[in-house]
C-alpha cells in the first residue's frame, strides 16, 4: 500500500470529506478512483463492486477521506476525471467469482505464453489479470521493441474466450507484479510499498564508495537497485565536511596519494607514492590543515605527525582450543598406477633368484630373461638340450 490512514481506528473525522475513494484490485496490483455514494455505506476496507467499460470489477477499498485528495495530487489526477462509481457492496456471488476468475489466471497465462512462443513474437507475458466478473482480460507483457500484436490478440480471445486488453510494462513493474526475495532476504520492496519509482545512476555508488560491481548493484529487474537511493541523502550531507581537490597532499618526506576515504568516520587514508607499504589515516581537519599550508607553498615535515590514532585491540576473546578438538586423520585413496607397482615390487622381492637360489633385495628389480629369437624347438629325441 502507498498510503495507509493511521488515524482511521480513532473514529476522528476529516476536515476534508469527499466521496472519491481509492480502490485496489488483486491485492494492489492496480488501482483506482471511483465515487462512492454516501447511502451506499462502504468503508476502507470493503470489498465492492465498481462499473468498468466492459461488466463490472471487483475490488477493496483501500483509500477514502481527505488522503484520497493527496493520493489525486500526488498520481496528477484531476477530480473531473473521476467517472466511474461505485454499483454496489460486494456480496458472495460477486466475491465467488472473484475468486474464480483467480484461479484461472495460472492456466491464462500459461495459455497466453504459448500462443506468443509459438507465433515467434519478441515479448514476455509476464502477468493475467482477470476482471471480476470474467468477461475482460489484461495481459502485461515487456518487449524491447514495438510490437504488433492485433494477430496476437484474435488468437488470445478464441483461446480465452474474454475480451483481451494487452497493457505493455517495464521491467521495475514486472518485477512488482511478480516479487521475490532480494538479496537483503526480505520481500522486494518494489512488490510491498514502494509506489513510485525513482531514476537510480552511478553515482549514487560511487558517493557511497561502492565497488561498480554489475551483478551485485542490478537487482531482480536487471536495473540498479532501487534501495541504492535510500542512504544517499546521509552520504551527501557526511561529504561536505571533506575537501575537494584533495588527491595529493605534498610534504617534504614526499607527496602523499589518497587511498581510499571512511565517510563516517571522517578519516582519510594517504600513502607516499615513493612508498605505498605505509598508510596514514588523516582526519579530516588535518586535510583542510595541510592543504591551507599547500595553497601558501609550505610543505609539512610529514604525513605521519598529523595521522590519527588508530584502535588495533581486539575486541574478540579467542580461547585457544589445542587438545580440545581433534579433527578426523585424512585418508589417501591410493591411485590403482601406485597399487599395481608396488604389487609388483612386493611378487619380485618374494620370489628365488632363477640360478643363484638367492632373493632379490626389496630395491632391486627382476631382471627378465632374454629370449632368442633362433630358438628351435626340441625334439623328443635330445630331451630339450642343445648340442
Not at 471480476?132 to 495481459?139: E, H, M, P, V
Not at 526475495?181 to 510499498?193: H, K, M, N, P
Not at 565536511?241 to 578519516?267: N, S, Y
Request: hydrophobic share 30%; glycine share 8%; aromatic share 8%.
Amino acid at each position: 500500500m502507498s498510503s495507509f490512514d493511521w488515524l482511521s481506528h480513532l473514529g476522528v473525522d476529516d476536515a476534508f470529506t469527499t466521496d472519491i475513494v481509492e480502490v485496489s484490485f488483486k491485492d494492489g496490483a492496480s488501482k483506482g478512483f471511483y465515487h462512492a455514494p454516501p447511502n451506499l455505506g462502504v468503508y476502507t476496507g470493503d470489498y465492492v463492486a465498481v462499473e468498468t467499460s466492459n461488466g463490472y470489477n471487483v475490488g477493496c477499498i483501500s483509500l477514502s477521506g481527505e488522503l484520497v485528495l493527496l493520493q489525486l495530487k500526488k498520481k496528477n489526477v484531476k477530480e473531473a476525471k473521476v467517472t466511474e462509481s461505485v454499483l454496489r457492496k460486494a456480496n458472495d456471488r460477486d466475491l465467488e467469482k472473484m475468486h474464480e476468475a483467480r484461479r484461472n489466471e495460472i492456466q491464462a497465462l500459461t495459455t497466453a505464453r504459448a500462443i506468443a512462443r509459438t507465433n515467434h513474437m519478441a515479448m514476455k507475458v509476464s502477468d493475467v489479470e482477470f476482471q471480476g466478473d470474467g468477461r475482460k482480460a489484461t495481459i502485461y507483457y515487456t518487449a524491447d521493441n514495438r510490437i504488433d500484436f492485433r494477430q496476437l490478440v484474435r488468437q488470445f480471445s478464441h483461446q480465452l474466450r474474454v475480451k483481451i486488453e494487452m497493457r505493455q510494462i517495464g521491467p521495475r513493474q514486472e518485477s512488482g507484479r511478480l516479487g521475490g526475495i532480494g538479496s537483503c532476504g526480505r520481500e522486494l520492496c518494489c512488490s510491498t510499498w514502494l509506489s513510485d519509482f525513482q531514476s537510480v545512476n552511478t553515482a549514487a555508488a560511487r558517493y557511497q564508495n561502492i565497488a561498480i560491481n554489475q551483478s551485485k548493484l542490478s537487482g531482480q529487474c536487471g536495473r540498479l537497485k532501487c534501495c541504492l537511493n535510500y542512504e544517499l541523502n546521509t552520504y551527501m550531507e557526511a561529504l561536505e565536511a571533506f575537501p575537494d581537490k584533495a588527491d595529493k597532499l605534498r610534504t617534504e618526506a614526499g607527496t602523499g596519494q589518497l587511498v581510499k576515504t571512511d565517510i563516517f568516520k571522517g578519516l582519510m587514508y594517504y600513502t607516499y607514492r615513493e612508498n605505498r607499504g605505509l598508510l596514514f589515516p588523516l582526519p579530516v581537519d588535518k586535510v583542510h590543515e595541510i592543504l591551507a599550508l599547500n595553497r601558501e607553498g609550505k610543505k609539512p615535515a610529514d604525513l605521519q605527525s598529523f595521522q590519527q590514532a588508530v584502535d588495533t585491540r581486539d575486541d574478540f576473546v579467542y580461547e585457544d582450543v589445542t587438545g580440545a578438538v581433534e579433527l578426523p586423520a585424512e585418508k589417501r585413496k591410493r591411485g590403482t598406477r601406485s597399487k599395481k607397482s608396488g604389487n609388483r615390487r612386493k611378487k619380485a622381492s618374494g620370489t628365488p633368484k632363477a640360478q643363484g637360489g638367492g632373493t632379490h633385495e626389496p630395491n632391486d628389480k627382476p631382471r627378465r630373461k632374454k629370449r632368442s629369437r633362433n630358438r628351435r624347438k626340441p625334439r623328443p629325441g635330445d630331451n630339450g638340450k642343445k648340442e
